[in-house]
């Protein structure tokens, strides 16, 4: 069973256009991580947003993480091919059997094509 | 260097043969993170050591896998008598303090394993 579900898996849009991933859960999470992933790389932290109704900006990019801390949004506008790459969310536990460690969505694969 | 070095970038291997996998975490940094990575897929967690002690091997798929800190720094991740599931890109991460909740993690590049 998968803690974290993703969606959608595949995104694939030209150049300009907006769009939002979406990552949710039946657990509340301490924190939620987004990453980006290019092919070869290892993740990279894009953001981490630890308040229920928490809304962070990083320049095209907007996250949110529900007021619940269940689960949280991205979303792109005007995306760029450079944007191209694999998102992961990732909730954290700052107690319990899960405590320390992150868990990871399954990943939403984005395609922008110029 | 800066970042997370992992070592061989690319292991191939004869199943049943033993493997063994190196990371060198960012100097200072207390936490130490491997996770397994299917292709096209989010990395599942394997183990967490702060400083030497492995606190959580919750995720190790079976007794073939085994890592080790020995003197809190370099980690060396083995897995014994290789099959073809193992095959997978196994991502090394390390974080200044303990745990990941809260903190950003860096993540190597990963060595890709493929079992024949």
């Known amino acids: 069973t998968q803690l974290l579900e993703q969606s959608p898996q595949f995104l694939s849009i030209q150049e300009g256009e907006n769009l939002t991933v979406y990552c949710n859960s039946s657990s509340v999470f301490s924190s939620l991580q987004w990453y980006r992933q290019e092919p070869g790389e290892g993740p990279v932290l894009l953001v981490t947003?630890?308040?229920?109704?928490e809304v962070k900006k990083l320049k095209r990019l907007t996250f949110q993480f529900g007021d619940a801390r269940k689960d949280s949004s991205l979303h792109i506008t005007a995306a760029q091919p450079g944007d191209t790459g694999l998102y992961l969310c990732?909730?954290?536990?700052?107690?319990?059997?899960?405590?320390?460690?992150?868990?990871f969505g399954q990943g939403t694969i984005l395609t922008v094509h110029p | 260097g800066a970042g997370v070095s992992q070592s061989p970038r690319y292991k191939v291997a004869k199943r049943g043969q033993d493997v063994a996998l190196r990371c060198d975490p960012i100097s200072g940094h207390v936490s130490l993170f491997w996770y397994q990575q299917a292709l096209g897929q989010g990395p599942e967690f394997l183990t967490y050591f702060q400083n030497e002690a492995q606190l959580d091997k919750s995720g190790l798929p079976s007794d073939r896998f085994f890592a080790e800190r020995p003197e809190g720094s370099v980690s060396t991740l083995k897995i014994q008598r290789t099959q073809q599931e193992d095959s997978a890109v196994y991502l090394c991460?390390?974080?200044?303090?303990?745990?990941?909740?809260?903190?950003?993690?860096?993540f190597g590049s990963g060595t890709q394993l493929s079992v024949l």
């Open positions: 990732a909730g954290g536990f700052l107690r319990g059997t899960s405590y320390g460690k992150l868990t």
């Open positions: 991460a390390s974080s200044p303090r303990g745990g990941a909740t809260l903190e950003k993690l860096f």
């Open positions: 947003v630890v308040t229920g109704g």
